[in-house]
């Protein structure tokens, strides 16, 4: 009998183990660090951000960064980050020339298209695969 119980208790705890394991590689793995108060001080000292000034986390691996005022010039700029401030994905801008488009990394051009062309929706035109969440300051 007490066999038996041993055996249970061991397999219960295998099991929590195995369930655990499963966790991080399915969910933790892809969790980056991203440090927000640096995020917050480049918000709280943007320029010509009387209209909007957001920030939105995007994925627990990217940054938005949304700024539009009343100037001019460069009335707005949107800039997708990685997981700190000097990891600049994307970028659009306004200037006296016109709007202006950067991407640094190839790989996410795509996404900042939809983001660009969905701006002013809840997520972006991400959709469901995607985990947007707004970062207040």
């Not at 709280?44 to 627990?60: H, M, Q």
């Not at 980050?81 to 801008?93: A, P, R, S, V």
């Not at 701006?119 to 469901?128: A, K, S």
Request: glycine share 4%.
């Amino acid at each position: 009998m007490e066999k038996k119980i041993l055996y249970v208790v061991l397999s219960v705890i295998i099991l929590l183990i195995f369930l655990m394991l499963l966790f991080y590689v399915f969910y933790e793995k892809d969790k980056v660090s991203i440090n927000i108060e640096d995020f917050k001080d480049f918000a709280l000292n943007a320029n010509c951000a009387d209209k909007t000034n957001d920030l939105f986390i995007i994925d627990n691996k990217m940054v938005l960064w949304i700024v539009e005022g009343s100037c001019s010039d460069a009335s707005y700029s949107y800039t997708l980050f990685g997981n700190n401030t000097d990891i600049i994905l994307c970028k659009e801008f306004d200037t006296i020339a016109g709007p202006n488009r950067e991407c640094f990394d190839d790989n996410y051009e795509d996404i900042f298209q939809i983001i660009i062309e969905n701006i002013n929706t809840n997520d972006f035109g991400l959709g469901l695969n995607h985990k947007v969440e707004k970062i207040l300051f």
